[in-house]
């Protein structure tokens, strides 16, 4: 049998104690039942000890649902992600996909630290007259103002919505999805009800699905159509662009000038059964279809 040299016998020691370690710290933070010894039921809760050796009760979660928290993947990926041996906890490679951690923790994916903060998605049916940045000095009112303090994490609109516009709006902390929802790439679905000042001819609403140039750019309307059969002056329109005004420079560059600007359809989102100025989370069969794309 061949032997090993002395740097593999090494190695092989030094793997095997950063094993023993984990296993060890799994061990102390077992999850544990408040009111017998016994395993039973496992609880969301676990025991530490100080370095003073007092015992702390810890808060003990899912790695999956930590790595999920952050907004980097669904639990399910997650897994997968965690026995391919790309998570990290406190230093140590993890490979166990039914490892608990800590909020206090250190958890990287791929070198890369994660903040444990939850996650949330609001759609909000933003009123006229308030802006969509998160602080204006100028601003009488921001969407933020219509949150409040119902929603402790700290979020921010998907997109943009200029004060007189009205309608869907995502809020949300998930930056990977916001770059998704924005990046014009991915083109994602946006539909306008639009009242003009006047009625439009059937040949500019024509013109909109060739494309009007802004900035040295075609702008292409994916669907144009009359809103009301009998007001022509409303119009419906569909298009990925993501340029700032588009729907108003559009149809200004035709001659019309937009009295109402309502957005009703943002990326698989609509404003049903929300009133005007309120808002809610977004439903885990929501969040799902806009991670995956499906919409």
């Known amino acids: 049998m061949?032997?090993?040299?002395?740097?593999?016998?090494?190695?092989?020691?030094?793997?095997?104690?950063r094993v023993n370690k984990l296993t060890d710290r799994?061990?102390?933070?077992?999850?544990?039942?408040?009111?017998?010894?016994?395993?039973?039921?496992?609880?969301?809760?676990?025991?530490?000890?100080?370095?003073?050796?007092?015992?702390?009760v810890t808060t003990l979660i899912r790695l999956n649902r930590f790595i999920a928290n952050s907004g980097v993947c669904s639990r399910r990926d997650a897994d997968e992600h965690i026995k391919n041996g790309l998570v990290s906890v406190n230093g140590l490679l993890v490979t166990d996909m039914g490892t608990k951690v800590t909020y206090d923790d250190e958890i990287?994916?791929?070198?890369?630290?994660?903040?444990?903060?939850?996650?949330?998605?609001?759609?909000?049916?933003?009123?006229?007259?308030?802006v969509t940045t998160v602080e204006d000095p100028h601003a009488e009112h921001t969407v933020l103002e219509l949150i409040g303090d119902k929603c402790p994490e700290r979020v921010y609109p998907v997109g943009r919505l200029d004060k007189a516009t009205?309608?869907?709006?995502?809020?949300?902390?998930?930056?990977?999805?916001?770059?998704?929802?924005?990046?014009?790439?991915?083109?994602?679905?946006?539909?306008?009800?639009?009242?003009?000042?006047?009625?439009?001819?059937?040949?500019?609403?024509?013109?909109?699905?060739?494309?009007?140039?802004?900035?040295?750019?075609?702008?292409?309307?994916?669907?144009?159509?009359y809103a009301d059969a009998d007001d022509k002056s409303q119009i419906g329109i569909e298009l990925h662009s993501g340029k700032n005004?588009?729907?108003?420079?559009?149809?200004?560059?035709?001659?019309?000038?937009?009295?109402?600007?309502?957005?009703?359809?943002?990326?698989?989102?609509?404003k049903k059964n929300l009133a005007r100025g309120k808002w809610r989370f977004l439903t885990d069969k929501e969040v799902s279809m806009l991670k995956r794309g499906i919409f």
């Open 2 to 17: 061949e032997k090993r040299a002395p740097e593999e016998r090494s190695e092989g020691k030094d793997k095997k104690t």
């Open 26 to 56: 799994n061990r102390a933070t077992k999850p544990f039942r408040k009111d017998s010894g016994s395993p039973g039921k496992p609880s969301d809760r676990g025991v530490k000890r100080s370095s003073k050796g007092k015992e702390q």
């Open 108 to 130: 990287r994916f791929k070198g890369k630290k994660l903040s444990a903060e939850k996650k949330v998605y609001i759609l909000l049916n933003k009123p006229k007259d308030y």
């Open 166 to 225: 009205t309608g869907v709006l995502l809020l949300t902390n998930d930056g990977e999805l916001t770059g998704k929802l924005t990046h014009p790439k991915y083109k994602r679905k946006k539909i306008y009800h639009v009242f003009l000042d006047h009625e439009v001819t059937k040949n500019d609403l024509f013109r909109l699905t060739e494309g009007i140039e802004l900035d040295g750019e075609a702008v292409v309307a994916d669907a144009v159509a």
């Open 245 to 270: 005004r588009v729907i108003r420079r559009l149809f200004e560059t035709l001659g019309y000038k937009v009295k109402k600007l309502d957005r009703v359809y943002f990326a698989g989102l609509t």
